[in-house]
């Protein structure tokens, strides 16, 4: 893996051995966007799907209704096929806040604020959000009142461009030249990192239970929006599949296996690539 991103950076950038060193500590979080070498790091050590381990599927938000526990970091559940009791009991997406300290949800808050045109600063979500950061604390990734006020200009932005030019994939912005909201993410090395490593599939994310259902694992913003302005569907990467899900998954890669599964089932958006 460290010899392909030297050859990435070696030919990105002028001064090469400077910018590997500062790119070097992000790829533990954001490993190459290349299957193979995600399946190479620690293949002996779990189990794989056999579908694309960034596999993007089309759901309604409507079928999002849940979350995933967050028992990883977001790119080792990639492909990885986990078992237990994970998907049991998962909080409803609309009710969580999403953020350590805020108990008001985080949807209903941007609802109040896009639907019936509740000023930010009168959200339950932001009114904690405030209050947590006047008490010292980094919430929301905000540390004072002028970043609290950034991230909701932020989030307005992010709402009209959905609702004026269409719901994009992250490539797809990348490939139109769209840039992105947030000031840090404009430099050379980040834009590097999001060509080059699996930013460039950070797309709202969802692990999937024994029955199939989708949970919620990132991309609260872009979901919530996606529901708010009612869009029939949105791209979603697969991370994790329950066994017993995969299981599934395997008995219909066997010849004459879908026969007993029901058809209902086998419309499910993560079969249709084996069916």
Same mark, same amino acid.
């Not at 029939?232 to 395997?250: E, F, G, T, Y």
């Given at each position: 893996?460290?010899?392909?991103?030297?050859?990435?950076?070696?030919?990105?950038?002028?001064?090469?051995?400077?910018?590997?060193?500062?790119?070097?500590?992000?790829?533990?979080?954001?490993?190459?966007?290349?299957?193979?070498?995600?399946?190479?790091?620690?293949?002996?050590?779990?189990?794989?799907?056999?579908?694309?381990?960034?596999?993007?599927?089309?759901?309604?938000?409507?079928?999002?209704?849940? +979350?995933?526990?967050?028992?990883?970091?977001?790119?080792?559940?990639?492909?990885?096929?986990?078992?237990?009791?994970?998907?049991?009991?998962?909080?409803?997406?609309?009710?969580?806040?999403?953020?350590?300290?805020?108990?008001?949800?985080?949807?209903?808050?941007?609802?109040?604020?896009?639907?019936?045109?509740?000023?930010?600063?009168?959200?339950?979500?932001?009114?904690?959000?405030?209050?947590?950061?006047?008490?010292?604390?980094?919430?929301?990734? +905000?540390?004072?009142?002028?970043?609290?006020?950034?991230? +909701?200009?932020?989030?307005?932005?992010?709402?009209?461009?959905?609702?004026?030019?269409?719901?994009?994939?992250?490539?797809?912005?990348?490939?139109?030249?769209?840039?992105?909201?947030?000031?840090?993410?404009?430099?050379?090395?980040?834009?590097?990192?999001?060509?080059?490593?699996?930013?460039?599939?950070?797309?709202?994310?969802?692990?999937?239970?024994?029955?199939?259902?989708?949970?919620?694992?990132?991309?609260?913003?872009?979901?919530?929006?996606?529901?708010?302005?009612?869009?029939?569907?949105?791209?979603?990467?697969?991370?994790?599949?329950?066994?017993?899900?995969?299981?599934?998954?395997?008995?219909?890669?066997?010849?004459?296996?879908?026969?007993?599964?029901?058809?209902?089932?086998?419309?499910?958006?993560?079969?249709?690539?084996?069916?």
């Amino acid at each position: 893996m460290v010899q392909y991103m030297h050859q990435h950076v070696f030919q990105a950038f002028r001064n090469p051995i400077s910018a590997f060193e500062t790119i070097s500590p992000y790829l533990k979080y954001y490993p190459p966007s290349d299957p193979y070498f995600v399946r190479a790091i620690d293949s002996h050590l779990h189990e794989y799907t056999d579908a694309d381990i960034f596999k993007t599927i089309h759901v309604s938000p409507d079928d999002i209704e849940y +979350c995933s526990p967050r028992f990883a970091n977001q790119w080792e559940l990639a492909g990885k096929v986990v078992g237990g009791e994970w998907d049991l009991d998962p909080v409803p997406f609309e009710e969580e806040s999403f953020t350590d300290g805020v108990n008001a949800s985080f949807y209903r808050s941007l609802e109040a604020h896009f639907q019936d045109e509740v000023p930010w600063r009168d959200t339950l979500f932001v009114q904690q959000v405030l209050k947590r950061v006047e008490q010292g604390h980094k919430v929301w990734t +905000c540390s004072t009142r002028a970043d609290v006020k950034k991230k +909701c200009d932020r989030v307005d932005r992010l709402y009209e461009r959905i609702a004026e030019n269409g719901y994009r994939t992250h490539e797809e912005r990348l490939d139109a030249g769209i840039n992105d909201l947030k000031p840090s993410r404009k430099t050379r090395m980040f834009q590097w990192l999001k060509r080059n490593t699996v930013l460039k599939k950070d797309e709202v994310t969802v692990n999937i239970a024994r029955n199939g259902t989708p949970l919620r694992f990132s991309g609260k913003h872009r979901l919530s929006i996606a529901k708010i302005q009612e869009l029939d569907s949105i791209p979603v990467v697969v991370l994790a599949r329950h066994k017993s899900w995969q299981d599934i998954r395997n008995r219909i890669n066997k010849e004459d296996g879908a026969a007993d599964i029901s058809s209902e089932l086998l419309d499910h958006p993560d079969l249709q690539d084996i069916i």
